[in-house]
């Protein structure tokens, strides 16, 4: 069937079409501005490349076989989505495209349920999400900015805090017994410590900071997400560094406590204060649409208690 499809002539498949719309040789030639000899040389000659035979042939003009109106169908609607493919492209091409690499949490409940406000501001652009977890690869994925949970190590000169995130220390209350106690920082050692992929760094500055002996490759249960984390904790599977607006809430209904401190963790340390960076690639760094887009974006941000400042 490859074989075949590569073999068919475009230009027969177009005359085609338009004698099967006419009924007429002679009104197709003059439709496409040739005569109606070559018209029938083309039609007779994709008939022969099928092995079918498209039309009847009358002195008054022609009709579309059976299996002719069948292959018209499928080669107009074709056509159809071809040109339509076309324009398209064609509009991709003269938009701008803007692509921007979100953490998940962030492009979930900061980004996408306010992203129309932007779109609607850039008509002519066209905005290109993706996620990930990790540091994304600007050249890779000719990426304009990107939006990323850490303590802004990346190597960029173009990042910005946008958020804060700090943590809580917080368990479920069903974790604490008299087998396993969690009344002071020691007590970590004994027990499962929750995370995901990027926060382990929190656990190890975190156990740094306290002069603590923890054994992290061995304590450590890596999660996917901030959801999947608050989970696993509420459910008495280990002790979490979860977000500071989630680990109260959790705690006010109940399903989590916070057995050490009734403080967020920074108090110990500015250093155990992470949040979410904007990151702008070197080159992009004077686009007059990235400015826009970190002018706007910022705009968003500013009623949020975490908001970093300007």
Known sequence: MTDLIGRLPLKSLNIFRVVARLNSFKHAADELCVTSQAVSLQVRSLEDSLDITLFQRFPAGVELTP?????????????????????????????????????????IHRLLPVLGQFEQQHPDVEIKITTAVGFPDFAAQHLDCAIQWGWGQWPSSAKQLLL?????????????????????????????????????????????????????????????????????????????????????????????????????????????????????????????????????????????ARFAGF
């Not at 074709?78 to 040109?83: K, R, T, V, Y």
């Not at 991709?92 to 962030?106: G, H």
């Not at 705690?251 to 250093?271: A, F, H, Q």
């Open 67 to 107: 299996a002719g109106e069948r292959l018209y169908q499928y080669v107009e609607r074709s056509f159809q989505l071809l040109e339509q493919g076309i324009c398209e492209a064609k509009s991709c091409q003269q938009r701008r495209q803007f692509r921007i690499n979100a953490s998940p949490w962030f492009a």
């Open 164 to 304: 804060k995130d700090d943590k809580r220390l917080v368990c479920a209350p069903s974790l604490i017994n008299t087998h396993k106690q969690l009344n002071n920082p020691s007590d970590l050692k004994n027990h499962r410590l929750l995370c995901t992929e990027l926060s382990v760094s929190l656990w190890q500055q975190l156990s740094n900071t306290l002069s603590l002996d923890l054994l992290l490759e061995q304590q450590t249960l890596i999660l996917d997400s901030q959801a999947s984390q608050v989970e696993a904790t509420v459910k008495g599977l280990g002790v979490a560094l979860i977000s500071d607006e989630v680990a109260l809430e959790a705690c006010e209904d109940g399903r989590l406590i916070m057995p050490i401190w009734k403080t967020p963790i920074s108090v110990l340390n500015p250093v155990l204060l992470p949040g979410y960076w904007l990151v702008v690639g070197e080159e992009r760094q004077q686009d007059a649409l990235t400015l826009a887009f970190k002018k706007w974006l910022f705009n968003t941000l500013k009623d949020d």
